[in-house]
């Protein structure tokens, strides 16, 4: 189990990274937030970068913790009921982490090691929104021909955009990121209903 300290400099090694990139995120400034010499962050970490990782990779598990509170159903009855949630809770989720993904992606080059770490929540959630409209199509929720991966890229892209943009790009998003994402939601959703079965 991680010891106080080693808790304290991972927050301040996660916000220092999020305020100032990675070359700015000096064990200095790091230290001071945490509230510690620099020889106590050596003691817990060899490196600034071994620091960084393990800010990170502890972010990622944050992310994944937030996902796995909610999960899609294995087998799909209605869409809008299950799967509009399940996409609000993975937007608040992004936004969130938004601040960190920012600076993560701005600082790739530097990141080479945590890439898993850092794509693995969005991957996770294409993969279970997949999975579920391909089992929504086996069961006839899904119009006839709609691809699955396609709608799940188009998802995650929607989620994507504005849990991360809207500080960003306030003017494009007037109503907040949760306005927007809806009326996108609602156009993926309206193309993936099967028709309707004519009467008579």
Excluded at 166 to 175: D, I, S, T, W, Y
């Amino acid at each position: 189990m991680m010891d106080a300290t080693a808790e304290r400099l991972l927050t301040a090694a996660r916000e220092v990274f999020e305020e100032e990139g990675f070359r700015g995120a000096t064990t200095r400034k790091i230290a001071a937030r945490a509230g510690v010499n620099e020889v106590t962050l050596f003691r817990h970490f060899a490196s600034k970068e071994e620091l960084i990782g393990a800010a990170l990779e502890h972010g990622h598990r944050t992310a994944m913790a937030r996902l796995d509170a909610v999960a899609l159903p294995e087998q799909p009855e209605d869409l809008d009921a299950e799967l509009r949630p399940y996409l609000r809770h993975v937007l608040a989720a992004f936004s969130a982490a938004g601040r960190g993904v920012r600076t993560a992606l701005a600082e790739w080059e530097h990141l080479p090691a945590y890439h898993a770490w850092l794509l693995g929540p969005s991957e996770r959630v294409m993969a279970d929104i997949e999975r579920y409209l391909a089992a929504a199509a086996a069961r006839g929720l899904v119009r006839p021909g709609a691809d699955p991966a396609a709608a799940a890229h188009l998802l995650v892209a929607t989620l994507f955009m504005h849990g991360l943009l809207p500080p960003l790009m306030p003017a494009h998003f007037p109503q907040g990121p949760g306005a927007g994402a809806d009326a996108c939601i609602d156009l993926v959703l309206e193309a993936l209903r099967p028709p309707e079965k004519e009467s008579g």
